[in-house]
């Protein structure tokens, strides 16, 4: 059975970090990539860091650039994703998804918010909640 679990969420103040953790099973996870996505109340879900599996290339949205950092234990079959400085704006539901991505598509393109209905498999989300 394919499944992938979050895990790590919490509630924190701003400045605190958390690490969230994806764990799949049921698949070899060393040929999928894999993105982390996040939804808040009332917004639409968006990208917010993706890997690669064929180069272990990475993306990060503006909004989190230098502050998260994805990183995946094909070993392991997890994937990380370090939040530091975490800020109340950071404050979602946040899932982890899979797919056999083609060699030619980035890990930009992997999270860009079209890509999300190719994804095959996805987490049942761990909630964020960052407050003062």
């Known amino acids: 059975q394919v499944q992938l679990v979050e895990s790590g969420g919490g509630e924190v103040q701003p400045g605190e970090s958390l690490t969230l953790i994806c764990k799949s099973s049921g698949f070899t996870q060393d040929y999928y990539a894999i993105g982390w996505f996040r939804q808040a109340p009332g917004k639409e879900r968006e990208g917010v860091s993706c890997?690669?599996?064929?180069?272990?290339?990475?993306y990060y949205s503006d909004s989190v650039k230098g502050r998260f950092a994805i990183s995946r234990d094909n070993t392991k079959s997890v994937i990380y994703l370090r939040m530091n400085d975490l800020k109340p704006e950071d404050t979602a539901n946040y899932y982890c998804?899979?797919?056999?991505?083609?060699?030619?598509?980035?890990?930009?393109?992997?999270?860009?918010?079209?890509?999300?209905?190719?994804?095959?498999?996805w987490g049942q989300g761990t909630q964020v909640t960052v407050s003062p």
């Open positions: 890997i690669s599996s064929r180069d272990g290339s990475t």
């Open positions: 998804a899979a797919d056999r991505f083609g060699p030619l598509i980035t890990a930009q393109s992997m999270c860009a918010p079209g890509a999300q209905a190719e994804y095959d498999y």
